[in-house]
């Protein structure tokens, strides 16, 4: 990955408080985002991409905390900021400006009460970008007019309710885009649209992404919207990052049995309709305890050894990397990520211990 | 616009409705109400022409449908025991109970949105804590108990507040009070939990990615979607208030309508009854109504 990065996720780990104990849904993960660049996690519900994605910007449910790691903003002028340590209002001040994000849900995430107009207009306000109401105003027509939204004058006084879902998510695009954002988090855009809407929107965030000089994390489950939009991908699974690699590479070349799986998952036209692949079984119930390898219950190609060791973090080439023992035994291990996972682990019984 | 003149329709079908129930109800009572305006000593013929005169010894639908068609045209009938119109008695008894109920939902309003506020922005803190305990006091304490416990505070242990209404705005503090007093309570509580309740709405995420911070997003975009059920509540709340309040105004001399009912129960004063009967279950439909309008204009999604 090139030097230029934004922002650096470093061993994050999530925990969810269940009963007394913290149970941890993301364990010592690293991301990279570099500038003017799409990065994609993709992974099972459940796996911890959305808690990921939430713990960026601090809005991750009362449940959930982060218990160990950083994320490292570089700002143009060289400064990093670690946003895990920032205060609530610190972080909100990024918010809306350094910081956007789009949610999955466009048919809630909007509030009914408001007409999409003063939503947008609001995130302005908040960040004093235009105190001029009537340019304000100005501004936020034509965005709406930017990101395809017909009649923007008309459509300015609309409430949520009145528009489809697909124009609901361009309306939330639109805010994220209002702020001129560095990094545009986009938490499943597509999954609640349907198929037609979903390639408009990704369009539309490729087009923003490259108009504005913007990069974008997309989190998603969906292996076509990651070989569509994005540049780089992190599989994701049980909160561990399983293998990353350039887009292009992992597509050609998926080494982790698990990624195999997503990728045979997806349906081809001329297949057995009456059959559909699936990777067998669920996402396991987690537990601390259990040291192997966290897909081995449900991996076709699994060794012993993987039952009693989790795989480090091998490095295939400079631009992939992948978690198991069978594919990248004959790699280099990564140093810098083993210790950190080291780390987190300790940091995690630290938690408990509290 | 249909929707409204339906709901006109069903507003006066429960009209007739309590119109039939309070008249029944009154036929079963036994007794000659003749009877009981005259003295015991009153010989049999003059209770018989006071009966005759008073339409009783109609048959039952006959008194009914006279009743009705009077009512129609904006005659209640007479007092037995006031010798006057029961339409004027009501309509003169009803500024008081506006006044008081001006004053105890102002109160009740006032306060109890404040404090479901508060609670429900430090949730399980110490002021949630506190003001809960406030509000649980304010919906089981009776309000006889308030009214009393009112009266001996302000008035026999620090001598503040008059005791009773004689007709001043200061006089009417203590009954705004002892009325609000439950309303209140339910008002804070409702609000609380439906401010809570917001807090799992995904668009309260999006204003604080928007940059707005957790507290600041629940106020600016949690509480308008919050107040719609309070002020379902708030209107239900008003519309009973303004049918009369038969204890405050007892204790605190108010010539409300309550005390006009509760005077009408004690003369055995039927036409009186029935006039305060028909005109409160009028004024709790007429809230019904006007809630349903209030909440048409704040939630665009109700409007056509």
Not at chain 1, 41 to 66: F, Q, Y
Not at chain 1, 118 to 145: C, F, G, Y
Not at chain 2, 200 to 223: F, M, R, S
Not at chain 2, 248 to 261: D, M, N, P, Q, R
């Amino acid at each position: 990955m090139s030097e230029d990065k934004l922002l650096e996720i470093n061993n994050l780990t999530v925990s969810i408080k269940e009963g007394k104990e913290m149970l941890p849904v993301v364990r010592g993960i690293n991301i990279t985002v570099p500038r003017n660049k799409i990065i994609g996690i993709v992974g099972e519900s459940g796996c911890g991409k959305s808690i990921t994605a939430k713990s960026i910007n601090h809005i991750l449910p009362p449940a959930a905390k982060i218990t160990a790691g950083s994320m490292i903003w570089h700002e143009a002028s060289g400064q990093q900021t670690d946003l895990v340590t920032l205060k609530e209002k610190e972080i909100r001040k990024r918010c809306g400006k350094d910081l956007a994000m789009i949610f999955q849900e466009p048919m809630s995430s909007l509030n009914p009460m408001m007409t999409i107009g003063s939503q947008i207009k609001e995130l302005l306000k908040i960040h004093k970008l235009e105190n001029n109401p009537q340019k304000a105003k100005a501004r936020v027509i034509e965005m709406l007019d930017a990101v395809g939204i017909p009649e923007p004058a008309l459509r300015y006084k609309a409430y949520p309710h009145e528009l489809s879902g697909g124009m609901r998510q361009r309306v939330m695009i639109a805010m994220a885009m209002i702020g001129q954002p560095k990094l545009l988090i986009a938490d499943e855009p597509t999954t609640a649209l349907d198929v037609t809407t979903q390639a408009q929107i990704l369009k539309l965030i490729r087009k923003m992404c490259e108009s504005y000089s913007m990069s974008a994390l997309m989190i998603t489950h969906n292996m076509g919207v990651v070989s569509s939009t994005c540049d780089y991908v992190y599989v994701m699974y049980l909160g561990t990052i399983m293998e990353e690699a350039l887009t292009q590479e992992l597509f050609n070349n998926p080494l982790h049995p698990y990624t195999r799986g997503l990728l045979s998952s997806i349906p081809k036209l001329g297949d057995n309709p009456e059959f559909l692949k699936t990777i067998p079984g669920n996402i396991p119930v987690d537990s601390k305890k259990f040291k192997g390898c966290k897909f081995c219950m449900r991996c076709s190609d699994d060794i012993k050894k993987c039952f009693f060791e989790e795989a480090p973090l091998y490095k295939v080439s400079e631009n992939h990397y992948v978690r198991c023992h069978l594919a990248g035994s004959d790699n280099k291990i990564v140093n810098s990520e083993d210790t950190s996972n080291k780390a987190g682990s300790e940091t995690v019984k630290g938690g408990k211990n509290k | 616009m249909s929707a409204f003149i339906r709901r006109c329709v069903g507003v006066l079908l429960v009209l007739l409705g309590v119109m039939l129930l309070i008249f029944i109800v009154l036929r079963i009572i036994p007794g000659n109400p003749a009877a009981v305006l005259l003295s015991e000593h009153a010989n049999k013929e003059t209770i018989e022409r006071l009966t005759a005169s008073m339409n009783l010894d109609k048959a039952l639908p006959e008194q009914f449908l006279l009743y009705l068609s009077g009512a129609l045209r904006g005659d209640l009938g007479q007092s037995y025991y006031l010798k006057r119109p029961v339409l004027d008695l009501v309509l003169e008894a009803f500024p008081f109970t506006v006044k008081l109920t001006i004053f105890s939902a102002a109160f009740a309003w006032i306060f109890g949105i404040a404090v479901g506020v508060i609670s429900a922005v430090y949730q399980n803190r110490l002021p949630d804590y506190l003001f809960r305990g406030i509000s649980l006091l304010g919906v089981s304490v009776p309000v006889f108990m308030v009214a009393l416990f009112l009266q001996y505070l302000f008035y026999f242990k620090f001598s503040l507040l008059p005791l009773l209404y004689d007709g001043s705005a200061v006089s009417m503090i203590l009954p705004a009070i002892a009325l609000g007093w439950n309303s209140a309570g339910s008002v804070a509580r409702l609000t609380r939990s439906s401010l809570i309740e917001q807090n799992n709405e995904l668009y309260l995420d999006t204003a604080k990615a928007k940059g707005l911070t957790a507290k600041a997003a629940l106020l600016k975009h949690g509480l308008k979607n919050a107040m719609l059920p309070v002020i379902t509540m708030l209107a239900l709340q008003l519309s009973s208030m303004l049918s009369g309040a038969v204890i405050t105004e007892s204790v605190f001399g108010i010539a409300g309508i309550g005390k006009l009912a509760l005077s009408a129960v004690e003369t055995r004063d039927m036409p009186l009854l029935q006039g305060t009967v028909l005109f409160s279950a009028f004024i709790i439909s007429l809230g019904n109504i006007i809630s349903d309008l209030i909440n048409t204009c704040i939630d665009p999604r109700l409007r056509v």
